[in-house]
């Protein structure tokens, strides 16, 4: 009797435990539709709105991390070389930021505090689509990109109505490239920023020094592969400077061209290479072996040298003809 106590005890514990732990995974203290237990396990602040904030500056707002199951502490969770905006987690073709600009998340209030930089204490800059002045409109083409074209460079962003934006590009702005909407898109230089280019996505905010920097810039645009290094200038054939009169027994004697007809063993480290020459250029130059010699054969280089006290060829060139 009293063992079933217990067990009727310990049930009626677990069962109300789950329905507990439950509703401590899915808590929400701030309304901010993020999980406290996902905002405490990525550091993010418990007492205000966490959803817009970008702390990775990955173009990615909180909520769509959330939605994505990235981090929202570093820009590429999967560490594969492709930002997290840039991804697709749905896989349906469409990358993570330009779903997010389909769905955005709902403004919230401005946070209380003056200044520039951080109002919640976070980390996370001001500006970046969270009710803080200085968010533009979505602009669609570059008016111009001042300052040298890398990073620090000043770019200017015109809207349909004739509104600009400006801002400084940076090392942590998110500048990627795709030939339409959705995309996809990948991460291109900063040599598309070029007036008259087309922009699909233009976001900048104001970081924690105060300088107004884009965030997220989306290009419509191919970037072209990389050119192909040139092909290297042909190498004329070298002159033959001899033939192999003799290889006997190990001795290897060349007819030189003035009629001399040196002779010798071949040193232990002898270097051999074969020269395969065709229309009168080098086709190829590799290592090869002694087995390689063949009387009547022509040689470019036979180089001899004393070694321990005798004559011995110790670099040797064939010419092999090629088709």
């Avoid at 991390?65 to 492709?82: K, V």
């Avoid at 480290?269 to 054969?297: K, L």
Wanted: charged share 15%; glycine share 14%.
């Amino acid at each position: 009797m009293h063992r079933l106590v217990r067990i009727t005890t310990l049930i009626l514990a677990c069962g109300l435990l789950v329905p507990a732990m439950a509703a401590a995974q899915s808590r929400d203290r701030n309304h901010d539709g993020l999980p406290d237990g996902w905002e405490r396990a990525h550091h993010l602040s418990l007492k205000v709105n966490q959803a817009p904030r970008d702390q990775d500056r990955d173009g990615l707002d909180n909520k769509h991390e959330y939605a994505d199951h990235t981090n929202p502490r570093s820009g590429d969770s999967d560490r594969d070389g492709t930002p997290d905006g840039l991804e697709d987690a749905n896989h349906d073709g469409v990358a993570n930021i330009v779903a997010q600009e389909q769905h955005p998340t709902i403004t919230p209030k401005p946070d209380s505090g003056s200044g520039a930089g951080d109002g919640a204490g976070d980390g996370t800059p001001k500006g970046a689509g969270d009710g803080v002045p200085g968010a533009p409109a979505m602009p669609d083409h570059v008016v111009a990109f001042v300052s040298g074209g890398g990073a620090g460079g000043l770019l200017t962003l015109g809207a349909p109505d004739g509104t600009t934006a400006t801002a400084y590009v940076g090392e942590h702005t998110l500048l990627a490239c795709g030939a339409a909407l959705p995309g996809p898109f990948q991460p291109c230089p900063v040599s598309v920023l070029v007036p008259g280019a087309k922009v699909a996505v233009g976001k900048h905010a104001v970081n924690d020094h105060g300088a107004d920097v884009w965030t997220t810039v989306l290009m419509l645009a191919i970037v072209p592969p990389p050119a192909l290094a040139p092909a290297p200038a042909p190498v004329p054939a070298p002159p033959a400077t001899g033939y192999v009169q003799s290889y006997d027994g190990g001795v290897l004697t060349i007819h030189r061209p003035s009629g001399e007809l040196p002779a010798g063993p071949l040193a232990g480290n002898v270097t051999v290479n074969c020269v395969t020459v065709a229309g009168g250029v080098v086709t190829s130059a590799v290592p090869c072996s002694p087995e390689h010699i063949a009387v009547g054969m022509q040689v470019a280089l036979a180089q001899g040298a004393v070694v321990d006290g005798g004559f011995r060829w110790v670099k040797l060139y064939l010419l092999i003809p090629g088709s």
